[in-house]
C-alpha cells in the first residue's frame, strides 16, 4: 500500500518522503481537485481529499496538503491566497511590503487531509518565525524569507525544517494516527 499524495508541489512531496521514510511510500499524484473559497485551510484540504479520493478510484488512501503564510502586521494576508500571491507578486515582493512594518512576526500554517474508505480526517501544524530578506537555497516557496531560531527555512536541510515547521508537526499527528487506526 502506498499513500498517494496529491499534490503539483515537489518541495511537499520531498518533505513528505523524508517524514514517513519507514513508513509508508508516498506517491505524488498531480490531480487537480477544486480548491473551495474559503479562508479555512482544513476545509479546502478536507474537500480537496474527498473529491480526489473518489476520482482516483477509491482504493489508496489520499493526503492533500494546502497551506499558507500568515503575516502579522499584514492582517494574516497572503493566507489562503498564499499560492496567487507567490505566482503574481513573488516571495521577494511579499518581503518589501512586510519590511516596511515594525513587526515582521509571521506564521506558517498547513492542514493535511487524509481520505480513505472510512472518510476524512485532518491534522494541523503551525509554526511561528520572523521575516527576513531572502537567504538561503533549500527549501520552496516562502522559505528564503521566513526566519526561525537565525536560520531561515531555505538555509535548512529538509531533516531540520521537518523537525521544527508547520509540515512536519502535522506529519507527526498524521503518523501518530496512522500507526493506531
Ligand atoms: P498544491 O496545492 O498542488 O499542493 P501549492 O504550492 O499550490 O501546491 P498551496 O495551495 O498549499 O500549495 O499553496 C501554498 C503556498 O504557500 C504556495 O505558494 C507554497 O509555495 C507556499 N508554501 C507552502 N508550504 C510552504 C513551506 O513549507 N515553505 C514555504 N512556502 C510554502
Known amino acids: 500500500m502506498a499513500i498517494q499524495f496529491v499534490t503539483g508541489n515537489d518541495g511537499k512531496v520531498r518533505e513528505a518522503r523524508a517524514y514517513l521514510e519507514g513508513i509508508e511510500p508516498v ?33 489508496d488512501g489520499v493526503l492533500v496538503d494546502d497551506a499558507g503564510l500568515f503575516v502579522d502586521a499584514l492582517g494574516d494576508f497572503p493566507g489562503p491566497y498564499s499560492a496567487y500571491v507567490e505566482d503574481t507578486l513573488g516571495v521577494e515582493r511579499v518581503w518589501q511590503l512586510a519590511s516596511a512594518e515594525e513587526n515582521r512576526r509571521a506564521h506558517f500554517r498547513t492542514v493535511l487531509a487524509y481520505c480513505d474508505e472510512n472518510g476524512v480526517e485532518t491534522f494541523e501544524g503551525a509554526v511561528g518565525g520572523t521575516l527576513v530578506a531572502p537567504r538561503g537555497k533549500g527549501g520552496f516557496g516562502y522559505d528564503p524569507i521566513f526566519e526561525y531560531n537565525g536560520q531561515t527555512m531555505a538555509e535548512m536541510s529538509t531533516e531540520q525544517k521537518n523537525a521544527i515547521s508547520h509540515r512536519g508537526r502535522a506529519l507527526a499527528a498524521f503518523v501518530e494516527w496512522y500507526a493506531e487506526r
Open 27 to 59: 506517491e505524488q499524484v498531480d490531480y487537480d481537485y477544486t480548491e473551495v473559497q474559503s479562508d479555512d485551510l482544513a476545509e479546502i484540504a478536507a474537500h480537496g481529499a474527498r473529491e480526489a479520493f473518489e476520482e482516483l478510484g477509491g482504493e
